[in-house]
């Protein structure tokens, strides 16, 4: 089947964070842009899902729902074809959101005033996840080589030595930094880790948005590491489902899962909501090759950005990619920075970017841009950019 992501929906019709009028006011100055600021999709839901929603409306119950024997399965099957990953589904506990389950591990495997590692740039619930839960924040900054990140192990090492460091927290695929880490890279942190008796929480909320030029390992794949591992998952992101999705949480270890679930169960968390159901079990069993088809389509918009850029937009550079749909371009050599810069973009340019700042201090001097949406948009967006940063450059 063809799939094609090029319709252009109007979303500012609709209640979607993205596009709210007020939101775009209070952050840009302006709402007379176009909104590349939120990390979900322009496009639709994938065709599959969207059938399965309809026949479940015309069915027209909406009671009580548990989750049947086919769902287990489906995600099982998903980690074994998509993420080349064994599950063991004894381990899955259900949450609303990711940033929900990495703060319930965090209360829970952890005391007020220990260390957590975080990787800036990275994004910015991982600093306020911390903060919330009266965590210290331990900052072990990715190094930018040649437009690529990498992770700076011997400083990592340093940090994970101290008697006060508890916890770390890792994004693969990276948010904003678009790197798909290596296995290579992994097995260090996992090592560092387990030499120093770290809890790793992975947000691998990215993992089914990877070009051709990576390949998605998840920390699952490392089982020595698995009884102080907790992975956190949802195809929000893939799928286009945020608003109506739940998040997963993997443990291994069986005393830390018991505990997790008390908590969750404490608060009445992991309940069967039908949509979410049905979104994630057609999506994981119909659904692959609608995947495939985004992530190249994403990919040719990242690589019309890297080519326009690179030849027709002098000061800025991008940063090298392997996956997720959002790019982070260096913005370091203009003569304004910051929300001055993000306003100036919002009305020149017609572009509404997240500012680099919010995602560390070792972020001042970039900008985020969500490219998932109809390539007719990313043209004229970069024809903007050109236009406004031409001016700026004289």
């Known amino acids: 089947m063809n799939y094609s992501?090029?319709?252009?929906i109007d979303r500012f019709k609709t209640p979607a964070a993205k596009f709210h009028k007020g939101y775009l006011k209070d952050i840009f100055g302006t709402e007379d842009l176009y909104p590349f600021w939120v990390a979900d999709e322009d496009f639709k839901t994938p065709p599959q899902i969207l059938d399965a929603f309809k026949a479940k409306i015309e069915e027209g119950i909406f009671g009580y729902e548990y989750k049947p024997e086919t769902f287990m399965p489906a995600l099982?099957?998903?980690?074994?074809?998509?993420?080349?990953?064994?599950?063991?589904?004894?381990?899955?506990?259900?949450?609303?959101?990711?940033?929900?389950?990495?703060?319930?591990?965090?209360?829970?495997?952890?005391?007020?005033?220990?260390g957590v590692i975080i990787q800036p740039p990275v994004y910015m619930e991982f600093e306020n996840t911390v903060n919330r839960t009266k965590r210290n924040k331990i900052v072990?900054?990715?190094?930018?080589?040649?437009?690529?990140?990498?992770?700076?192990f011997a400083e990592m090492e340093e940090l994970a030595s101290t008697d006060t460091t508890k916890a770390m927290m890792i994004c693969n695929p990276h948010n904003p930094g678009?790197?798909?880490?290596?296995?290579?890279?992994?097995?260090?942190?996992?090592?560092?880790?387990?030499?120093?008796?770290?809890?790793?929480?992975a947000d691998e909320i990215h993992a089914d948005i990877v070009f051709s030029n990576g390949e998605f390992t998840s920390l699952l794949s490392f089982p020595e590491i698995h009884n102080q591992l907790i992975v956190c998952y949802s195809p929000a992101k893939v799928f286009n489902i945020a608003s109506v999705t739940d998040s997963i949480a993997i443990?291994?270890?069986?005393?830390?899962r018991n505990q997790f679930s008390e908590l969750r169960m404490r608060y009445n968390m992991g309940r069967t909501y039908a949509f979410s159901r049905i979104a994630m079990e057609t999506g994981f069993t119909k659904s692959g090759e609608w995947v495939n088809a985004l992530n190249n389509y994403v990919e040719q918009n990242v690589k019309y950005i890297s080519d326009f850029i690179s030849s027709q937009i002098r000061n800025i550079q991008l940063i090298k990619q392997?996956?997720?749909?959002?790019?982070?371009?260096?913005?370091d050599q203009l003569p304004i920075q910051g929300k001055?810069?993000?306003?100036?973009?919002?009305?020149?340019?017609?572009?509404?970017?997240?500012?680099?700042?919010?995602?560390?201090?070792?972020?001042?001097?970039?900008?985020?841009?969500?490219?998932?949406?109809?390539?007719?948009?990313?043209?004229e967006a970069m024809n903007n950019l050109k236009s406004a940063i031409t001016k700026i450059n004289r």
């Open 251 to 256: 443990i291994p270890n069986e005393e830390m």
């Open 340 to 379: 001055e810069l993000i306003q100036y973009l919002a009305k020149e340019a017609k572009m509404g970017v997240n500012d680099g700042a919010n995602f560390g201090i070792s972020a001042k001097g970039f900008i985020r841009m969500n490219v998932s949406c109809p390539k007719e948009i990313i043209v």
């Open 140 to 152: 072990n900054p990715l190094l930018l080589v040649d437009l690529h990140y990498e992770m700076n």
């Open 76 to 114: 099982k099957n998903w980690y074994a074809t998509r993420f080349n990953c064994e599950l063991d589904t004894s381990w899955v506990q259900f949450t609303p959101t990711i940033m929900s389950s990495m703060a319930m591990a965090l209360d829970l495997f952890t005391d007020e005033g220990d």
């Open 5 to 8: 992501f090029d319709e252009k």
């Open 322 to 331: 392997e996956g997720t749909y959002l790019v982070w371009i260096k913005v």
């Open 178 to 201: 678009g790197r798909v880490w290596t296995k290579p890279e992994l097995q260090k942190v996992v090592d560092i880790c387990l030499k120093h008796n770290i809890l790793l929480l």
